[in-house]
T-cell receptor, first 112, second 111 residues
């Protein structure tokens, strides 16, 4: 049972390049989340999904897009990367709103 | 708007002393509240949650938290801190599936 798996674990992008971060969960969870973690800023919610085919904006959605075409996958896209998007990105999933969330190990993204 | 506040960037405590990490929240309706811990270069791990019922909830590793509706607070406590409790602690609040976290509090426990 792998839990929540994020791909890739590390990436360096040049300004203006695009990329997609993949989050996969094997627990049949309904809810999935993307966060970014920056020093002193805590975990900020980028986008989330309450079920297959649905997405919603979080606290800091600008510059990111997401898709949840399959229940087990939640993709985070950066269309034109900026240095301000240098961060550690975490994906999480959970079954119901009152249950604990399970986190991936994070993706460290550097935009130069 | 939904929000979570952790007023202390860092809490320092000597081993064996009680530990308290503060959290306040703002949300419409009844909140679901959580505490998580993060060790260096790791993802977050669940400690405990408040859904309903008893205002004092017990969780993993000897931690507990007290829910106070009138003060909109959910403080994390441990009666006797260990050096191994040194980590980054996050409070979180759920409202209709939107799970938001506070800025985190670094706990440093000295021998």
């Amino acid at each position: 049972n792998a839990g929540v798996t994020q791909t890739p674990k590390f990436r360096v992008l040049k300004t203006g390049q695009s990329m997609t971060l993949l989050c996969a969960q094997d627990m049949n969870h309904e809810y999935m989340y993307w966060y970014r973690q920056d020093p002193g800023m805590g975990l900020r919610l980028i986008h989330y999904s309450v079920g297959e085919g649905t997405t919603a904006k979080g606290e800091v959605p600008d510059g990111y897009n997401v898709s949840r075409l399959k229940k087990q996958n939640f993709l985070l896209g950066l269309e034109s990367a900026a240095p301000s998007q240098t961060s550690v990105y975490f994906c999480a999933s959970r079954d119901l709103t009152y249950t604990e969330a399970f986190f991936g190990q994070g993706t460290r993204l550097t935009v130069v | 708007a939904q929000s979570v506040a952790q007023p202390e960037d860092q809490v320092n405590v000597a081993e064996g002393n009680p530990l308290t990490v503060k959290c306040t929240y703002s949300v419409s309706g009844n909140p679901y509240l959580f505490w998580y811990v993060q060790y260096p270069n790791r993802g977050l791990q669940f400690l405990l949650k408040y859904i309903t019922g008893d205002n004092l909830v017990k969780g993993s590793y000897g931690f507990e938290a007290e829910f106070n509706k009138s003060q909109t607070s959910f403080h994390l406590k441990k009666p006797s801190a260990l050096v191994s409790d040194s980590a980054l602690y996050f409070c979180a609040c759920d409202s209709w599936g939107k799970l938001q976290f506070g800025a985190g509090t670094q706990v440093v426990v000295t021998p």
